[in-house]
């Protein structure tokens, strides 16, 4: 799409080089044929470095952007992003992709559905139901249980079981918000990349990113009914137990475990070797690697423990 | 069903009128054609205007019923309504109803299935493994990914997009126990009503209702793994965050933000434009709209913020 | 498996009888032509009563093995347990086993998956997408909703409702650790066993046991997006509401309730007739019966209500 159709679709000017816009993309992450957004402020000293094409940004803000980049001015960024987004969301599916291409030696159901596009690799088993999603690459010796859903685009690697009903790659939970309270979708266009070795349970969601990945490194362990929002990149080696709930875009380090019922709130990082107990909350970020967590407001385990022998001393 | 057999069936007297009986339904909402109960002491004030043709009611509750309506007396009321449900449950499929009716322009995968009875509108996708059961009518321009299920009856809007492995109508969790402590199934006649706009993520379940519909209004915004239980009423535009879990009957008013793994207990009202921070849990209605919450038991967000403060000063 | 084949695989010693070996079991539980293992020293007083043909252990327990029992000693005997658990796990589907058996009158839908070996009562309804695995066995009049699946090797009794996208024998969630961190998968070769008038919500995960059986007792009702650890027995006419979380192997007695997000960790004893509140946290073995508990860490409801009532007062 060119530019000016991009201009044209969220009715502000234009004024600069006309070029192909291929897709939509952060600030920092942006290519020279790519558009972004600035809608919080936290952001806004990106916008003197940014790459992309052209920016969406409200009238204030026009100023900081790079000379390079196209201001797009309107009045509600992130509004006029989700509309946006729309029009760069690949189709579901695609009749036009090659045929779907199965290595060596695997066991395919005839109940499974694989779209076109997709490569699995070889000794795979993919059992019945289960819906493999358009250009989704599956590595060596992966074993999928029935009923699984893998959206269009995702990745996973070598050695991976995933179990029934679990599904990778639906929509992050995004969408912006008028001033009538009314909401608007923003296309999740990014995928989810699973490296080697990793087991997911059953009844699991891990949700595509927005732009680029959310990521699940080498050797993780999740469990049943786990919630994995957009953008996390979970760490090699860790384990999140049953029911856990991981808001957008926060970072784990290798071998954190988490607790059953255990939840992050978005955005933060967590140090390696971390331990979360059972319905621990994480509401900040954690830096220090290797200690052990409870409660909600999180504390250290021990001052977990003395937080409850004085409260029980209350009702005595 | 004769009235006559309802009472055999109950193994209850009946003396009156032996029409037709075509449903069982709470005592406000009874036809002249219905059954109704009452086994709590809440609705006993409903008895003298109800229009059911009769109901089940232990025997010190006769003479407060209207004299329109028949009395059904039973040991167990409930008990009795639970046996008496399974009577007007329709059946899962039928393959008298017409062949299904899909609209225009609709990409519907030759992996789904489509009962007999259910009506498609124009431009829909339905990807594989899908279930759209009984009866089942869905409006234009929708889109359903893979291993969704929805049950017989329910309906669902304009552009509406449901993710991966989501159900859709599953029974409420409703059923009488005996004084030996058994269970006896109460069937769950109602639907799920989902209106126009709304997004529903994956892996989550929306119970149909007893009787009636459990309604999820415009514009809603359901994230993955939620649950939402029978008879609730979701307000326009609101939004439930992952793992969020709603009891049955409560009522939200537009706009209600529900934060991750909040939850809410049964029958309540909250007003609109209240938010919930994640884990609340909401045991009281709210009526006065607007405000923020935290905790469990639920209080204002600043007094949840102060109550931390100080027990962080207990264990210093 | 020769005896001297499964210490050839965990490179270890291997002096007495070169018997066959067909599994692998707890040390209670083993019978003569088994493996056993002890990793937890909880377990070692068994060790002198095992009948297992042979017992994998680190070297300083070796002398306290029953002499019926050959020795496999290992650094790691959780993570040799581990390697072994695979050469133990049968396969996901066996083409050599019998066509399914159906009973009479059944509905089967044409788009349900029913492995080889599995053998199906009379009246049973299973629906679209369905998967039963390898050698399961169903009663009569059960009922099976779309995408549910169901592993190899389990049992379904008579007369039970199981909800769609439901998963009943998923691997629980079981991998030893090494010192580097990294995780290595144990096979979950046991099975889940479901007695007769079970009702299983929507979107809801039974792991299968590692070793022996899940077991899910008579007249159970369980909600939507609950999980249910390995090895656990729910006792009979017990009541699990919407999104509680059970780790591993807890006993549970008769009409045990647990309210919406509450929780049990493992190995736990839970008295029949308890009460646990929504949200209620179990971490210690409960040994009278009929009480009612709330709060985590996990107190008497009314004790609860006093602490919230204290807690209440300092913020005032």
């Known amino acids: 799409m060119k530019l000016s159709e991009v201009a044209s679709i969220l009715q502000c000017e234009f004024h600069g080089k006309d070029i192909e816009i291929i897709g939509m993309n952060t600030l920092k992450d942006a290519k020279e044929n790519e558009v972004s957004f600035v809608s919080n402020s936290k952001y806004v000293k990106d916008l003197k470095d940014t790459n992309a094409a052209a920016v969406i940004l409200s009238e204030n803000l026009a100023s900081e952007l790079s000379v390079k980049s196209s201001p797009l001015v309107t009045e509600n960024p992130y509004w006029s992003m989700a509309i946006l987004s729309k029009y760069f969301a690949p189709p579901i599916e695609d009749t036009k992709l090659p045929q779907p291409k199965i290595g060596k030696n695997c066991n395919i159901s005839q109940q499974a559905t694989i779209a076109n596009g997709a490569v699995i690799g070889d000794n795979c088993t993919i059992l019945a139901h289960v819906y493999i999603g358009a250009e989704v690459t599956i590595g060596n010796n992966t074993v999928i249980y029935p009923s699984v859903t893998v959206y269009r685009d995702c990745k996973i690697g070598n050695d991976c ?126 830096k220090e690697p290797g200690k052990t967590y409870a409660g909600f407001p999180l504390m250290g385990h021990r001052q977990w423990l003395k937080l409850q022998a004085k409260l029980a001393r209350l009702i005595k």
Do not use: P, W
């Open 161 to 286: 079981m995933i179990h029934a009903n679990t599904v990778i790659g639906s929509d992050g939970f995004g969408f912006a918000t008028n001033n009538l309270g009314e909401h608007k979708k923003i296309y999740q266009n990014g995928n989810v990349v699973i490296e080697d070795d990793v087991e997911i349970g059953s009844n699991t969601s891990i949700d595509r990113a927005v732009f680029g990945s959310t990521l699940i490194k080498k050797g993780v362990r999740i469990d049943n009914l786990v919630q994995i929002g957009h953008n996390c990149e979970i760490g090699e080696y860790c384990v999140m137990v049953s029911q856990v709930g991981l808001a957008g875009s926060s970072k784990f380090g290798r071998n954190v475990v988490m607790g059953g019922q255990a939840a992050a709130s978005g955005h933060l990082e967590v140090a390696a070797f971390s331990t979360f107990a059972a319905r621990s909350g994480i509401t900040n970020s954690i």
